[in-house]
């Protein structure tokens, strides 16, 4: 017979006193460590434990006794459901304060190097509709809120389009409105999903692996160009008609996208990098701007998500560069050529490199579209093609330029780095906690001169961090 679980507690009256990782906040009781969503330093409330090991536990606020003077009254009907933007109900300042606090408890926690005064982050000017790109998925799986299901109203129609919601993977939230993009985001998703009802569309299965309607993704940029991308997984003649009625729809019915984009993906997972493909309107990309340059951007083209904030990030790594017009640049993990076309003109020679081989041709199309001819781009896994014959063939680097994915750089890259030994390497980093762990990599040889953390992404607890490090 099972031995009966114990109930976990209830704990009244805690102060939240921290914020922790992952967006969640602090609480001590005892000597139990509890995290909670949703909450701020300063509440003061009820939590019901739904998790416990041994030091720590997981909660959520049930009541509150007492708000924050830090506090700020969530702007979005979705929050608390979604799982993105936890930090709304956070003041914004204090947001940049725990960010701020997250880079140095990082380097120097997980880093353990020497740091020089840390500068203070660079703050969003804009804190909402503030993305270039959304992604939003169907389900015939419609997540339903606490209210919804507690109501007793017996829904028809479970089908959605919107969100994954974190730990139900094959559960969409119906999302209405979103804050992260400009208001065409919602236009445009909502029409779909009426369109849909109206036609019967079905939706996503991700279980069975049926459904026509799949995903849609959203681009937009500076030029005033926008992009839609519609994911569909069809399987017979009937539902690959009813697919190209709702872009001849689409097309009508919203004449400001540029490109128009559509792909069949009949995987196992939602990842369109080795799918072919088809414009069904317009051109098969958009254009960004920044400083005067042109950037092409395709469907499968990494291009920061935060445009005006990219141009602070890459102004910062450029001012860490030092150029002088004389130095050999190498752009490690390159995407489009952003970094490497921002500072080729303050550089004898840039080398970009970039494991997406479609980044890659957008990256020589933008040296071509803004007359750099001193820029060469390569495409291949890092650790693969950063090899020390690579180094004799094309030069060793004056200085480096790296923007690894959240995972780091690979010790192979890292101790190719060693080796060609530059004078100068700005680590552009999206994950203070494995850019820490690189620095300690590079620590014998490389002392950190300044570090400069820059908000990309209000509302969240990501941040990103750009450090010099000059060759002892």
């Not at 803004?370 to 291949?380: K, L, M, T, V």
């Amino acid at each position: 017979m099972a031995r009966k679980k114990k109930p976990l507690p209830l704990l009244e009256k805690i102060l939240i006193t921290d914020v922790a990782a992952e967006g969640k906040a602090l609480a001590r009781v005892d000597d139990l460590v509890v995290f909670a969503p949703y909450v701020v330093p300063g509440d003061v409330v009820d939590l019901q434990v739904r998790r416990k090991k041994h030091s720590y536990a997981e909660a959520e606020a049930v009541r509150f006794h007492e708000r924050s003077p830090l506090r700020e009254e969530p702007f979005c009907q979705h929050f608390g459901t979604c799982g993105g933007c936890k930090w709304q109900c956070l003041k914004y300042e204090e947001q940049l304060r725990y960010k701020q606090k997250q880079v140095v408890d990082a380097l120097t926690r997980i880093g353990k190097v020497e740091l020089p005064e840390v500068m203070p982050i660079l703050g969003s000017r804009h804190t909402r509709a503030y993305r270039n790109k959304l992604e939003f998925g169907f389900s015939n799986k419609k997540w339903l809120t606490l209210e919804q299901i507690s109501s007793g109203v017996v829904f028809d129609n479970m089908n959605a389009v919107g969100f994954h919601i974190p730990g139900a993977f094959d559960k969409i939230l119906d999302i209405d409105h979103c804050y992260l993009m400009d208001d065409v985001n919602n236009r445009i998703r909502n029409d779909i999903r009426q369109y849909a009802f109206d036609h019967g569309l079905s939706f996503f299965d991700l279980r069975a692996q049926q459904g026509l309607l799949r995903g849609m993704m959203l681009r937009n940029s500076a030029t005033g160009e926008l992009m839609l991308l519609m994911q569909f997984h069809w399987t017979s003649q009937h539902e690959q008609q009813e697919a190209m009625a709702l872009m001849q729809h689409l097309s009508e019915k919203f004449p400001e996208v540029t490109s128009l984009l559509y792909v069949n993906n009949l995987k196992a997972n939602d990842t369109v990098g080795d799918l072919d493909i088809q414009t069904f309107a317009g051109t098969d990309f958009i254009y960004e701007t920044m400083e005067g340059l042109r950037f092409k951007v395709g469907p499968k083209s990494f291009y920061q998500t935060n445009t005006e904030q990219a141009y602070e990030l890459y102004s910062v790594a450029r001012k860490f560069a030092a150029l002088t017009g004389s130095e050999l640049v190498y752009d490690l993990y390159t995407g489009t050529g952003t970094i490497a076309n921002f500072v080729a003109r303050q550089a004898r020679a840039v080398v970009g490199i970039e494991y997406v081989p479609e980044a890659i041709e957008d990256a020589k199309v933008n040296a071509e579209l803004n007359q750099i001819d001193n820029a060469s781009f390569f495409a291949g896994d890092m650790k693969d093609i950063l090899t020390r014959e690579f180094l004799e063939e094309h030069g060793r680097p004056d200085v480096i330029i790296t923007d690894p994915p959240r995972a780091g750089m690979h010790k192979d890259v890292v101790d190719t780095i060693l080796f060609a030994a530059p004078k100068r390497i700005v680590y552009v980093s999206c994950n203070p906690a494995t850019q820490a762990r690189d620095l300690q990599l590079l620590n014998a040889d490389y002392k950190v001169e300044a570090v400069q953390p820059v908000d990309m992404f209000p509302h969240t607890h990501h941040v990103e961090n750009v450090v010099l490090l000059i060759r002892r």
